[in-house]
T-cell receptor, first 112, second 114 residues
Framework: GAVVSQHPSWVICKSGTSVKIECRSLDFQATTMFWYRQFPKQSLMLMAT?????????EQGVEKDKFLINHASLTLSTLTVTSAHPEDSSFYICSASTGSPVFGSGTRLTVV | GQNIDQPTEMTATEGAIVQINCTYQ??????LFWYQQHAGEAPTFLSY????GLEEKGRFSSFLSRSKGYSYLLLKELQMKDSASYLC???????????????FGRGTQLTVWP
């Protein structure tokens, strides 16, 4: 079946630095991908829709200048958390669709 | 906005049956998913309902009533490994839904006791 690969699976960074998370669709093209965030014991919250070749669409309350999304090819979307702070520590998950959503394995970000 | 409600926690014993309810109010509707998620892992697909009625898959069944904005996930013959969070997610009725944009409930943490 369709697979979405997400890297890294976990990352620890210092406050103020930036972190990039990659999401790749394997064996299928994804013109659109989605980025979600999940805080402990909470559900997945949609952050943004990543569109190949155009600007991402952000959900209300998500800072587009802080969470930079680039979707430069039909198989790769990246999320960069800029100037990360401890409150950005969370589980970030991407997804793509081949008719049914397929999720990446997630990235645990810890900002210290 | 989108509003999806489900209980926060449930407990049950091994071998029992448990029903997890989900109610939703969304701008249009293009289907409802149930996912299982273990701590620190990505959600795994359990079921998809777009028409009213019951869908059965082994120990797991899912029901949908579109007129009531209601779904439930039924787990039978519970096992310890079924302890996890169960997420209800809706595809709303806009263009994004055809591309897989989901709105999730907060998840129901199920604990199965021996």
């Amino acid at each position: 079946g369709a697979v979405v690969s997400q890297h890294p699976s976990w990352v620890i960074c210092k406050s103020g630095t930036s972190v990039k998370i990659e999401c790749r669709s394997l064996d299928f093209q994804a013109t659109t991908m989605f980025w979600y965030r999940q805080f402990p014991k909470q559900s997945l919250m949609l952050m943004a829709t990543s569109n190949e070749g155009s600007k991402a669409t952000y959900e209300q309350g998500v800072e587009k200048d802080k969470f930079l999304i680039n979707h430069a090819s039909l198989t790769l979307s990246t999320l960069t958390v800029t100037s990360a702070h401890p409150e950005d520590s969370s589980f970030y998950i991407c997804s793509a669709s081949t008719g049914s959503p397929v999720f990446g394995s997630g990235t645990r970000l810890t900002v210290v | 906005g989108q509003n999806i409600d489900q209980p926060t926690e449930m407990t049950a014993t091994e071998g029992a049956i448990v029903q997890i309810n989900c109610t939703y109010q969304t701008s249009g509707f293009n289907g409802l998913f149930w996912y299982q998620q273990h701590a620190g892992e990505a959600p795994t697909f359990l079921s998809y309902n777009v028409l009213d009625g019951l869908e059965e898959k082994g120990r797991f069944s899912s029901f949908l009533s579109r007129s009531k904005g209601y779904s439930y996930l039924l787990l039978k013959e519970l096992q310890m490994k079924d302890s996890a969070s169960y997420l209800c997610a809706v595809l709303p009725g806009d263009r994004g839904s055809t591309l897989g944009r989901l709105y999730f409930g907060r998840g129901t943490q199920l604990t199965v006791w021996p």
